[in-house]
């Protein structure tokens, strides 16, 4: 729940941005009042320089005076510190170690592929990102079925951590679609995600800071504008 007022837990953050997503979810799943602090394109605060010093890289939570940085950082916290609220985590040490291991995968591996479709030089180039990022998503669907065990999501019958690793990308993954006339979700060879996504983006945790998809190709054009100018002299 974000509001403007004076709170002793605040994010910086974008609202592109699908890691400070996770942050938001998060607080929301908690019902955590927070003051959400936007940082703008092309510029970094002195709060955020100073509040991640290492990285200089949003988002960051910050609860009371302490920073704490990395989107899966912050959600682990958010989890351990609001433990009244429903759990994140899985509670069962094996089920948790699994679902790191494939947030680790989403964003060592599976992310690069994703973001790499736009940056790709050339048809080929092209096709063979959208190949891997389809690929990763078979894979996601085999895991979803393991994890979710026929339920709602890959946390069970509420969102967990590994729906907030994966559900974050969900509006860019859209605008990859849209500027691309192509399906990367697709009923045929994901179905259980397809329907996993549309559940995601319908929770009440979710549906308020997830973009729009036509807003964010807004932004992507913008993006890509700027990855693409030449370097100043």
Request: proline share 6%; net charge neutral.
């Amino acid at each position: 729940m974000a509001g403007t007022t004076t709170s002793d837990v605040r994010l910086i953050g974008a609202w592109p941005s699908p890691f400070v997503m996770r942050a938001r979810i998060a607080l929301n799943i908690k019902s955590v009042y927070y003051e959400f602090l936007q940082e703008q394109l092309g510029s970094k605060s002195d709060l955020l320089l100073k509040s991640n010093p290492v990285h200089k890289k949003i988002p960051v939570l910050i609860h009371g005076d302490r920073p704490i940085c990395e989107s899966l950082v912050i959600v682990q916290y958010i989890d351990d510190v609001w433990a009244s609220g429903p759990s994140i985590l899985p509670s069962d040490p094996y089920d948790c170690a699994i679902a790191r291991f494939w947030a680790a995968y989403i964003d060592e591996k599976w992310f690069p592929s994703l973001s790499g479709i736009a940056r790709a030089q050339g048809e080929e180039a092209k096709k063979a990102a959208i190949e891997q990022v389809v690929e990763g998503l078979v894979l996601l669907e085999d895991a979803f079925v393991k994890c979710g065990k026929g339920r709602a999501f890959f946390g069970g019958d509420t969102i967990g951590y590994l729906d907030i690793a994966l559900g974050c990308y969900l509006g860019w993954i859209r605008v990859t679609e849209k500027m691309n006339n192509m399906k990367l979700l697709d009923e045929a060879k994901t179905p259980n995600l397809v329907t996993w996504a549309d559940k995601f983006c319908g929770d009440g945790s979710v549906k308020d800071v997830m973009p729009e998809t036509d807003k964010l190709a807004e932004f992507a054009k913008v993006l890509m504008a700027k990855f693409r100018a030449p370097p100043p002299n």
